[in-house]
């Protein structure tokens, strides 16, 4: 074997030793990379508890009240959905149908006698979709679902 | 075809091919960005929910692409080096680092800027912004051992197994929108999320412009890299004293 053959394999090991070390790392956290969690994962247990997290989501149609600064709506992934309490300045792009994250932690909120789960926000951030186009298409294609 | 390669790999002849390329990638570069600007400022409509602020992509998004681009550049070029033992392939590494780490920090920054009015934060620690400031890390620690050693051939030999090494960010960078949940939003190009045919032209454009940017910017480092590599050597000594007339 030449020098230069010996010298490929070894890259060649070092490319791949990265890559395994690489997908075992990923496999190990991939929890911890999550940004957010759903609001099925909360339904389902996954969220952590006693603990603040961050919950993502579409905000429910017809769901926002403000109250001054306060403003409480629902989060829903089209599955499950959870009622979010926030004060304090909304993004530009905060509306309804839109993606947004919020971070806070579940709290038992109690209106007279029925208790319910909901998210205590201290942080509303939209999230923006891929999607890019002029007002024109966005009508139009807004009229073909309607269609539909 | 060997014999072929390792004739233009040489010192002079990488010299004299950098020479002759860069004004055929210095004025295209130019009409391309001049042309890719107007487009993307003027021609482009405004987006449906972001009005004019979207925009940014049109350097945001090239910047990214190239940040990885240049860094998947620098690490095959450096594996070349490795084995091959190709100096020009050294060269073509080193000089390719400050050019990509440039684009890492102009994706980042224009990232946080359209950040701040559209998510409302400037910065947060999703799988897709953290890996790219992993990215800048990178290139960072790249220079600085390559710059730790006196021995160039030294100097690519440990700089070029930690570009290898680093090549495990790109994939998640790029798979980061997939794989987890993040606030950066999924891809948009090569998904049809870019709905109108301006926006694509003038993205098109840029792209482009940016690339030649990249192999401008490269020609003209390795020109300089490779006179200091190779001082002791007469041709460099005649080429010096030609340009010192």
Known sequence: MTKRQNRMILVALLVSGVFLAGYLGIKAFSENLLYFYTPSDIVNGKAPKNKSFRVGGLVENDSVIRDGMVVSFSVTDNSESIDVFYEGILPDLFREGQGIVASGSIVNKCVRWTCKNTFNASEVLAKHDENYMPPEVAAALESIEIKE | ?245
């Not at chain 2, 620098?74 to 680092?97: C, N, T």
């Not at chain 2, 994706?107 to 953290?130: E, F, N, Q, S």
């Open chain 2, 1 to 245: 075809m060997w014999k072929w390669i390792q004739k233009q790999a040489s010192p002079k002849f990488f010299y004299q091919t950098c020479n002759r390329l860069i004004p055929w990638f210095f004025w295209p570069f130019i009409a391309l960005f001049m042309v890719g600007l107007y487009w993307s400022l003027v021609i482009s409509p405004a987006d449906y929910q972001q009005g004019d602020g979207y925009r940014i992509i049109f350097i945001h998004v090239p910047s990214a692409i190239l940040s990885m681009m240049v860094y998947a550049i620098m690490a095959i070029a450096g594996g070349i080096g490795l084995i091959w033992q190709i100096k020009m392939a050294e060269v073509v590494a080193k000089v390719s680092a400050p050019i990509g780490a440039g684009f890492t920090v102009i994706a980042l920054a224009t990232g946080a800027i359209w950040g701040k009015p559209m998510w409302g934060a400037w910065w947060v620690w999703d799988a897709r912004l953290t890996s790219e400031l992993i990215l800048l890390f990178l290139y960072l620690a790249y220079m600085s051992l390559n710059s730790a050693f006196d021995n160039p051939r030294t100097a690519a030999k440990s700089s070029s197994i930690l570009a290898i090494v680093g090549l495990i960010n790109l994939p998640i960078i790029h798979y980061s929108v997939k794989w987890w949940n993040t606030l950066h939003q999924g891809y948009s190009v090569g998904t049809g999320g870019i709905k109108d045919s301006d926006m694509q032209i003038a993205l098109a454009l840029m792209f482009l412009a940016s690339i030649l940017l990249y192999a401008l910017l490269v020609s003209i480092k390795a020109r300089t890299e490779v006179l200091v590599r190779e001082q002791n050597s007469r041709w460099v000594k005649e080429e010096v004293g030609r340009l010192m007339v």
